[in-house]
């Protein structure tokens, strides 16, 4: 019996190597997300924590909240040091130094992020981060009377994040005005309202090395569409690089 320890450390080390060397995995953590709500311009407050208990059930994802409170203020933000992928949704804040410090070193270590809608104009005091970090050029929107549709750019169909996405839906608010954008960034959906040039609505980009998706939608009647849901699900594997199948065999599971 006191040789059990030390024949059970083998063991475990022996099907560690026998799983490496067959091309099979070892089993990893989770990821952990940060969603993160700073606007009350479109609910986020309501939507994202539903999107939270979404992604929990459906996807085993370690999921965190944090909200704005009244005034210039984010409590929390010291768990972007263990998150894995922040997802933004903030408008036009003007943050405290360190909290501000906290994001920036955070999308600085290179991890990856996605940032929803009004995270295009986050920052009063960080405003090169629309352009810089997430490779967009918002400079204002259309009116939410006129009604865009949004469709999947030809060239891009293959992309992961647009798989099992309509070619074709209607967006749940306004059109962003985005373009044009920088070459840097990567276009997947391009948005359109009666006579008037079509506007990206979502791409990806690269920033010091991490994945970053971001797209203009985020009305509360985005999360309500499902070709919005599949499109932020995939969004998430790829900024993780994980293998899209993940997503594939928790949405059949879900369905069964």
Excluded at 18 to 35: H, I, N, Q, R, Y
Excluded at 147 to 158: C, D, G, K, L, N
Aim: charged share 20%.
């Amino acid at each position: 019996m006191k040789n059990f320890p030390l024949a059970l450390a083998s063991g475990l080390t022996i099907l560690l190597l026998t799983l490496e060397t067959s091309g099979m995995a070892a089993p990893t953590a989770k990821p952990t997300l940060v969603l993160i709500s700073g606007e009350y311009e479109y609910r986020s407050a309501e939507t994202l924590p539903v999107f939270k208990q979404f992604l929990e059930t459906n996807y085993g994802f370690n999921c965190v909240y944090l909200e704005r409170t009244q005034g210039e203020d984010i409590p929390g933000l010291d768990a972007l040091a263990k998150a894995d992928l922040v997802i933004l949704f903030v408008r036009r804040m003007t943050l405290p130094a360190e909290q501000l410090c906290r994001i920036r070193n955070y999308v600085e270590s290179g991890k990856p992020l996605i940032g929803l809608r009004t995270a295009s104009h986050s920052f009063e005091n960080w405003k090169e981060f629309d352009h810089q970090v997430l490779g967009g050029n918002y400079h204002n929107h259309h009116s939410d009377k006129l009604v865009a549709t949004v469709r999947i750019v030809p060239e891009a169909a293959e992309h992961p994040i647009l798989k099992g996405v309509e070619r074709e839906f209607v967006a749940g608010g306004s059109l962003y005005l985005n373009s044009p954008l920088p070459p840097s960034s990567t276009v997947l959906l391009m948005g359109s309202v009666n006579n008037q040039p079509s506007e990206p609505v979502a791409w990806t980009h690269d920033y010091k090395g991490a994945r970053v998706f971001y797209t203009s939608l985020g009305h509360p009647k985005d999360f309500e569409s499902p070709a919005f849901r599949r499109l932020l699900v995939n969004a998430i594997f790829w900024t993780l690089n994980r293998p899209a199948h993940e997503s594939e065999k928790a949405a059949e599971k879900k369905a069964k």
